[in-house]
Nanobody, 119 residues
Framework: QVHLVESGGGLVQPGGSLSVSCVAS?????MGWYRQAPGKQREMVAT???????AYGDSARGRFTISGDNAMKTVHLQMNGMVPEDTAVYYC????????????????WGQGTQVTVSS
């Protein structure tokens, strides 16, 4: 089974920027970032498919950017203009691609990295 190791995260002030990265132990077709805040359900932040197709959750669109290497072993999430509502544990995920070229999350997750936005 493929394993994921996340890095980055930490504390950032409102309006600031932060980046998190995820490395897979093998090549994959798709990777994504999800987050879960206390008392809330896990939500999609951004996904990337090996053909370059990206998708963003409503809260991330226009502020966050997902990118990865061509080999699809590493994915980065650049977060700009951060707000306290971005505070959550961020999880990396390995995805599948359905017949309509859409990302579908698998049950393979990283350990999570804490991101806190606070002054």
């Amino acid at each position: 089974q493929v394993h994921l190791v996340e890095s980055g995260g930490g504390l950032v002030q409102p309006g600031g920027s932060l980046s998190v990265s995820c490395v897979a132990s093998d090549y994959v077709l798709a990777m994504g970032w999800y987050r879960q805040a206390p008392g809330k359900q896990r939500e999609m932040v951004a996904t990337l498919i090996s053909n370059g197709r990206t998708a963003y959750g409503d809260s991330a669109r226009g502020r966050f950017t997902i990118s990865g290497d061509n080999a699809m072993k590493t994915v980065h999430l650049q977060m700009n203009g951060m707000v306290p509502e971005d505070t959550a544990v961020y999880y990396c995920n390995i995805g599948r691609v359905d017949a309509l070229d859409r990302y579908r999350p698998s049950d393979i997750w990283g350990q999570g990295t804490q991101v806190t936005v606070s002054s």
